[in-house]
C-alpha cells in the first residue's frame, strides 16, 4: 500500500491527546480536577474526577476506565506489536526497516476499581488498583502472530494504598516509578519512554511525601522512596545485557537490593497554574532534582562483584500562559521538561550493564526531553515535544555489534473532547535510531541490515469512551 494515504488520512482526522487513567495521585501539588468546564468534573476522562458509583466493597468504591482503540500507520514493520512505538527504529535496509505497516488494537484499555477508606491517625486513606490488558501477547509470546492483537490478557498496572495527612503522605503498593516524572504529552502507548522521557514503569515501592511551606505562596517538595527494581522482571542477566554480550547462562538471576530514590523540588504560587499533561488537573511553577541509588548481584561475577545503579536529573514544569482562574483550560500554555544521567536504570540508559563475563559494569547513558501543551478551549488541545536517549561513552560498547548510540523522538498531537465519555486523538511521530558497531546477524532481525540509521514515520489515531 501507499505509505502516503494513511498518513494523509490520520493528520486529516479531529483529535486528542491521549489518556492516563488511574496513575499515582496528580504529581508536585496538581490540583485534583477541572469543574468549572464541560465535560463535567464527574464523569470527565481520567480518575481525578468526582466519580461516586453505586458500588462498594467494605467501604465506599468507584469504578472506573476507558476503551480505547488505537490505529496506528507505520513506515517501518515493528510486527504484532506495531500499535504503540517499539523501543527503537529498525535499521533502515533491514527487512523490517523495509516494510510498512497498518495495525490496530484495543489492548490499552483499562479498568481501575477505587476505594475510600476510614480515616488513620487523622489521615484520609484511599486504595486503587488499576488493570490494563497488555500482558504477554504484546511481547509476541503467544507464538501466534495473528492472534497478537486480540488475545491479550490482564496485567496489574497500579494497586496501592495511600494515607493522606495533608502535608505528607505514605504510599505503598506498586506504582510509577520515581526516578524522572516526566511523561510524554503523547498518543504513543509507551509515552516517550525510550526517548529521553524515562518515566512509565511500575514497580512496588514505599514513598514518603512531604511538603514544607516557604511561605509567600511557596514550598518545598520532598519525597524518599525504596523500590524494587525494574531490573528484577527480566529475571535473568541475559536479557539485560547490551546486544553481543553473551554473560553466563539463563539462571543468572539479579538479586533483590533495592532502589533508593529521592526528589527534591520547588514550587511557587507565582506564575499561576496550567493544566499537566492529558488536562488532568493544574500544577504550578515545579522545578528541582530526581536521584537515584541501588546496586544488584549477578552470578558470575568475579567475587561476587555487585553492579551498581545510579542516576541524578533536573525537572521543571512552567505555567507559560496561566490558567485564569486555576480550573480552566482555555488559553493556558505549558512548558514541561528534565534531563538526566544515569546508569543501569531501565528506560534511562538502553542496556543495563556492558563487559563481559566476570568483568560486568553498568552502562551510562543520559537523556533530554521536554514538551509544549496549548489549549486554544476547554475541550481541544494540541502538544508538540522531542525527546533523546543517548549512550554516555560509545567506547564502553567496544565489541558489542549494533548497539544504540541514541534514540530520539519526534511528535505533535491533537485532541478533542466530544463530550464527557467520547475523545479523539491523533498524532505524527517520527523515531530516529542510531546504531554503533555495525554488524550483520546471521539470522533476520530489526538489525539485519548495514545502515547506521533506522527511521520510522508514524501516524496514530485514537478513540476513547471514559466510563
Not at 417 to 437: C, F, I, M, P, S
Amino acid at each position: 500500500m501507499s505509505r502516503a494515504v494513511p498518513v494523509v488520512v490520520a493528520a486529516s482526522l479531529l483529535a486528542a491527546a491521549p489518556a492516563l487513567a488511574a496513575d499515582a495521585p496528580p504529581p508536585n501539588g496538581a490540583t485534583q480536577f477541572n469543574c468549572d468546564f464541560e465535560p463535567a468534573c464527574e464523569v470527565a476522562p481520567g480518575v481525578y474526577g468526582n466519580l461516586n458509583a453505586p458500588a462498594s466493597s467494605k467501604f465506599n468504591l468507584a469504578v472506573g476506565g476507558f476503551v480505547k482503540l488505537d490505529y496506528a500507520y507505520n513506515s517501518s514493520n515493528f510486527g504484532p506489536n506495531g500499535f504503540f512505538t517499539n523501543t527503537r527504529s529498525p535499521k533502515n535496509d533491514s527487512l523490517e526497516g523495509q516494510k510498512d505497516q497498518s495495525t490496530f488494537s484495543a489492548r490499552s484499555s483499562r479498568i481501575w476499581f477505587r476505594s475510600n477508606g476510614p480515616n488513620l491517625l487523622g489521615g484520609r486513606s484511599t486504595a486503587l488498583v488499576e488493570l490494563d490488558f497488555t500482558n504477554a501477547p504484546i511481547y509476541g509470546t503467544s507464538g501466534v502472530a495473528n492472534t497478537e492483537s486480540f488475545n491479550a490478557t490482564p496485567r496489574l498496572r497500579h494497586a496501592w494504598g495511600n494515607i493522606d495527612w495533608g502535608n505528607t503522605q505514605l504510599l505503598f503498593g506498586q506504582t510509577t516509578e520515581n526516578f524522572s516524572v516526566f511523561n510524554a504529552n503523547s498518543v504513543d502507548f509507551n509515552a516517550g519512554i525510550q526517548a529521553g522521557f524515562g518515566n512509565g514503569f511500575r514497580v512496588p515501592q514505599v514513598k514518603l511525601t512531604q511538603r514544607v511551606d516557604l511561605g509567600g505562596g511557596n514550598s518545598l517538595k520532598l519525597v524518599a522512596a525504596v523500590e524494587q527494581p525494574f531490573q528484577t522482571n527480566f529475571n535473568t542477566a541475559n536479557a539485560n545485557a547490551a546486544p553481543g554480550n553473551t554473560v553466563g547462562s539463563a539462571g543468572d538471576s539479579w538479586g533483590p537490593v533495592p532502589n533508593f530514590v529521592g526528589q527534591a523540588f520547588f514550587v511557587s504560587k507565582a506564575l499561576g497554574t496550567s493544566p499537566i499533561a492529558y488536562g488532568f488537573g493544574q500544577q504550578n511553577l515545579t522545578a528541582g532534582f530526581f536521584g537515584l541509588y541501588g546496586n544488584q548481584h549477578a552470578k558470575g561475577q568475579t567475587n561476587d562483584k555487585t553492579i551498581d545503579s545510579w542516576g541524578v536529573g533536573f525537572y521543571t514544569f512552567v505555567p507559560v500562559i496561566a490558567s485564569p482562574d486555576g480550573k480552566k483550560r482555555a488559553g493556558s500554555l505549558t512548558f514541561e521538561g528534565q534531563t538526566y544521567l544515569a546508569a543501569n536504570v531501565t528506560g534511562a540508559t538502553a542496556y543495563q550493564y556492558t563487559g563481559t563475563a566476570g568483568d560486568l559494569h553498568p552502562a551510562k547513558g543520559f537523556g533530554a526531553s521536554g514538551h509544549l501543551i496549548f489549549y486554544p478551549t476547554d475541550q481541544f488541545s494540541v502538544s508538540a515535544g522531542y525527546g533523546r536517549r543517548q549512550a554516555y561513552n560509545y567506547g564502553d560498547y567496544k565489541g558489542i555489534s549494533n548497539f544504540e548510540k541514541y534514540n530520539e523522538t519526534y511528535f505533535a498531537n491533537a485532541y478533542y473532547d466530544l463530550n464527557a465519555a467520547v475523545r479523539v486523538a491523533t498524532e505524527y511521530q517520527r523515531l530516529n535510531t542510531k546504531y554503533g558497531n555495525i554488524t550483520v546477524p546471521a539470522t533476520a532481525t530489526a538489525t539485519s541490515g548495514r545502515s547506521d540509521e533506522g527511521t520510522t514515520n508514524i501516524a496514530r489515531l485514537a478513540l476513547y469512551y471514559f466510563f
